[in-house]
């Protein structure tokens, strides 16, 4: 009996574990400003000072290449749609550098923290342009990586921010405002034509 329970409670110990991950996340060659890709120094993305956020982030396998959402600047950890948000770390010069190159972990991530199967889906990273994203500014997206099961034995996975670890890479992707901002600007410019139109 006592044998009997010691398997059943193995065998709940695997269960639980079973697609955590564990990740050592990092971005070894920097960052530039998004038009100032080589421009050196003053094109990286920390020169002359600031703060910015890297994210590790989860998205899932749906049969095919996996989609990465677009940021939305309205939820707390800036992602959409089906991405889940797992860790962040802040990046301030003077102390990380001017390029904002960065190593993380390895750290392990849960399943049962997400709500998520773990296993079997990717994690990407992405940095932003400062830690105060808003529409108009850019960030970037590392390469997604297939997030394998981590039991507790396995060495961790490498995941990495650049695509390229030698030259770096220039924020490209664009924070598109949220409708309701574009709704507001929309009025603002309208009864500003109003008013031209009345002064004409």
């Known amino acids: 009996m006592k044998k009997l329970i010691a398997v059943l409670a193995l065998g709940a110990m695997a269960a639980t574990s079973y697609g955590d991950i564990n990740i050592n996340w990092r971005a070894l060659g920097g960052f530039y400003k998004n038009g100032q890709f080589g421009v050196d120094p003053a094109g990286a993305i920390l020169f002359g000072g600031g703060t910015t956020i890297a994210q590790l982030i989860w998205t899932p396998f749906n049969g095919g ?62 940095i932003f342009q400062d830690n105060t994203p808003t ?38 992707q664009l924070i598109v405002p949220e409708p309701s901002v574009l709704a507001f600007l929309g009025a603002g410019a309208l009864v500003v034509a109003i008013r031209r139109m009345r002064k004409a």
């Open 135 to 172: 529409g108009g500014e850019y960030y970037f997206n590392g390469n997604p990586l297939l997030a394998n099961a981590y039991t507790g034995s396995e060495s961790p996975q490498t995941l990495e921010g650049n695509t390229d670890n030698v030259n770096g890479n220039q924020l490209n």
């Open 65 to 126: 290449s996996p989609t990465i959402d677009a940021v939305n600047v309205g939820n707390p950890n800036y992602v959409s749609g089906d991405d889940v948000f797992l860790d962040s770390i802040t990046l301030t010069n003077p102390g990380i550098g001017i390029y904002a190159d960065y190593a993380n972990g390895p750290e392990t991530y849960l399943n049962s923290t997400y709500g998520q199967t773990l296993q079997g889906g990717y994690v990407y990273l992405r």
